[in-house]
């Protein structure tokens, strides 16, 4: 339970820094945070290289649905894009931070396939708003990027929560017996 705290917290304390950072043109300043909360996540798991993979793809479903929201004109990032169209970098720690949520402190959601798919609708599209209250980012098609997001979300959270328990790197190794080889007999 204390690893979970420690997780959620270290997130939030993540998530700020990218938003503020990038609000405030210190884009770095979150990917700093960012990695601090990736290596205290990979210090805390059983199998660090697990973890490692969810992340991998976290960030490359984060590059693409984000990449077409900046695409298609509906989300605009005042700075850390690395070139035109792309999701800016900063937001694609926040993805790599999200991924070590997964099988920690929003392990709870794995299995509830109808919860996750109402909580991504819902909640994907409050932290994108919160993140541009805060100046992160900014809303070009307001209606277009609010469904987007929400349908996005409602596809991506489920998924993603697949993906966690098949890279579940925090969750003790199964000793399961029938991947045992079989004993032999003694005086064989």
């Excluded at 800016?88 to 070590?100: D, E, K, Q, R, S």
């Excluded at 909580?119 to 209250?133: K, N, T």
Aim: charged share 10%.
């Amino acid at each position: 339970m204390k690893n979970k705290i420690i997780n959620f917290v270290a997130f939030q304390v993540g998530w700020f820094a990218c938003v503020l950072g990038a609000a405030n043109d210190m884009p770095v300043l979150g990917l700093i945070a960012a990695a601090g909360v990736i290596a205290l996540h990979l210090v805390l798991v059983v199998r660090p290289l697990q973890e490692l993979w969810l992340i991998f793809f976290a960030v490359s479903i984060g590059l693409v649905f984000d990449s077409v929201l900046v695409t298609c004109g509906w989300l605009r990032y005042p700075n850390g894009m690395l070139a035109p169209g792309l999701a800016p970098y900063w937001i694609l720690a926040m993805w790599a931070m999200f991924a070590t949520t997964l099988n920690m402190s929003m392990d709870w959601m794995r299995g509830r396939a109808f919860l996750a798919v109402l909580m991504g609708a819902v909640f994907g599209p409050l932290s994108y708003q919160a993140g541009a209250r805060l100046g992160g980012l900014e809303f070009v098609q307001p209606v277009f990027a609010l469904i987007a997001l929400s349908f996005g979300w409602a596809i991506i959270m489920p998924l993603l929560l697949e993906l966690s328990k098949r890279f579940d790197g925090v969750a003790e190794p199964r000793n399961d017996a029938s991947f045992e080889p079989a004993a032999q007999g003694e005086g064989s």
